[in-house]
């Protein structure tokens, strides 16, 4: 494998401040989760970064009593063995910290299970690390991985924190995009992306926001990228159960790709717990090592008593993993025939609990100050519940700069059926007040926006 390279100069200027700091559409979202105001105590290279806008779209829904469509949190509990298993680990007094790699029962079950669906072998003790979640895992993995003035290739749109954990490691984003409407990857980009400075391909497959499941082609393309060019490669594989289409393949399972690859995943999406934060990276020892040694500084271990249930739930039946993509497949088909009857432009995701959808024509047009076909969705989103009550998050929020996604929402279908029904129906409710503006009011205070107890998160 490569040799590090000596660190370099930082590619930025004298103030070290990234230029593609600002996202697209940045004046229309909360100025907090755009990240545009400079913030005074705020390191240079961290400039641009605001609170997610996840979070803050969440507590708007809050505050609206909106339906909360927006951030990726299933509205019911994971399966009872599972959470039982976590009850009786606190009553044992499993509630210290547990070892530094974490539990060893987690980490046999985890190689346990890549062995189980994907044929990899991984070795528990040197090849396996426990983090807090998978964000962890990425963001310990490029501090770990990256040298000052690094490039990284990320495939764009991205999830928030992977250019958050490029901006901590002074490394810098090279982005590949995915085309609409079947977002397909760019594959002449992806070649184009590459250079000198590139260390790592941070690869998101099944992929959030899109739901595509990147396939063979796509795959290979990356492998023969990293081997041709010595990259390392860090997969994020947090969806890798709620498949609705296509198959699940892990790059570290394409040639040459083993040696170099830091697979990630987590228990979040999978057991429906996402706040028990339990990830974890797998790959040569080597590389794992080296993510551990970042990783126990960042948080040294965590979630002690969730160690023991989540290596429960990864041992669960192959009917509970298939029951869970089953189940979310329902509620994906049914937002989804929702939202095209009223005439957003949507292709149903391969996988995951979000789909992307274009704003229908009568969004775009006919409101007075906005230009007809400007597909504004910034603005749509922040509009939305303060008009009928239903959160989504905008695209701009996982890019930079994509003119062509300026006009794309993502909804989150990991909710209860009920609960989908509703935001549709608020949905339909919104063509009239669309053509005869109201008083908008996108921030509204606490209780202006329709009340929906218990559906605001
Ligand atoms: C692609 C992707 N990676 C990672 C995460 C977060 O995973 P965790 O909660 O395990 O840190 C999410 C959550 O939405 C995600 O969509």
Redesign the pocket.
């Known amino acids: 494998m490569r040799e590090r390279l000596p660190a370099p100069a930082p590619a930025e200027g004298a103030s070290g401040q990234r230029d593609e700091a600002a996202p697209a559409a940045a004046g229309d979202l909360p100025p907090s989760a755009t990240g545009t105001r400079r913030s005074p105590y705020l390191a240079s290279r961290l400039q641009g970064l605001g609170t997610t806008i996840f979070a803050e779209m969440s507590a708007l829904a809050a505050a609206t009593g909106s339906v909360n469509l927006g951030q ?1 949190f299933p509205d019911t509990d994971g399966p009872e063995a599972v959470s039982e298993a976590a009850v009786r680990a606190i009553r044992e007094g499993r509630n210290q910290y547990p070892p530094g790699g974490g539990e060893p029962e987690l980490r046999r079950a985890v190689a346990e299970h890549r062995m189980r669906f994907y044929g990899q072998s991984f070795d528990p003790g040197t090849e396996v690390l426990v983090t ?7 963001t310990a993995s490029i501090l770990a991985l990256c040298e000052t003035g690094d490039e990284v290739v990320l495939l764009e749109p991205f ?1 928030d ?1 992977y250019p958050a954990a490029v901006a901590l490691a002074g490394a810098r984003p090279r982005l590949v995009p995915f085309r609409p409407p079947r977002w397909q990857l760019d594959l002449d980009a992806l070649g184009d992306a590459v250079n000198p400075r590139t260390r790592v391909v941070v690869v ?1 497959s099944p ?2 926001p899109t739901g595509r499941v990147l396939d063979r082609t796509e795959l290979s393309a990356i492998a023969e990228l990293c081997v041709r060019h010595d990259l390392l490669a860090i997969t ?1 594989e ?2 890798e159960h709620l498949v609705h289409e296509g198959q699940h393949l892990p790059l570290a399972s394409f040639p040459g790709m083993a040696e170099r690859t830091l697979t990630i995943s ?4 999978t057991f429906s717990f ?1 706040g028990w ?3 974890w990276a797998c790959g040569p020892a080597p590389l794992v090592a080296a993510v551990r040694t970042v990783a126990q500084y960042l948080t040294y271990v965590n979630a002690a008593p969730f160690q023991p249930a989540v290596a429960a739930g990864l041992g669960l039946p192959g009917s509970f993993f298939a029951g869970v993509a089953a189940s979310l497949r329902e509620r994906r088909d049914r937002l989804c025939s929702g939202l095209e009857a009223e005439g957003f432009a949507l292709v149903p995701p391969q996988a ?1 609990y979000f789909v992307l959808a274009g704003l229908p024509g009568w969004a775009e047009a006919g409101e007075p100050g906005r230009p007809g076909g400007s597909g504004d969705a910034a603005r749509f989103c922040r509009e939305l519940p303060g008009r009928v009550g239903v959160v989504a998050i905008p695209a701009s929020a996982f890019c930079e700069r994509r003119a062509d996604l300026a006009g794309f929402v993502r909804f989150a279908f990991c909710k209860r059926p009920e609960v989908l029904d509703l935001a549709l129906e608020r949905l339909a409710g919104l063509r009239a007040p669309l053509a005869a503006p109201g008083p908008t009011s996108p921030m509204a205070p606490s209780g202006s926006g329709p009340s929906t107890p218990g559906l605001a998160s």
């Open positions: 990726g807090a979640g998978a964000t962890e895992a990425v999830y924190s998101n992929h959030n994020d947090v969806y987590s228990a979040g999406k996402t934060k339990v990830g995951g």
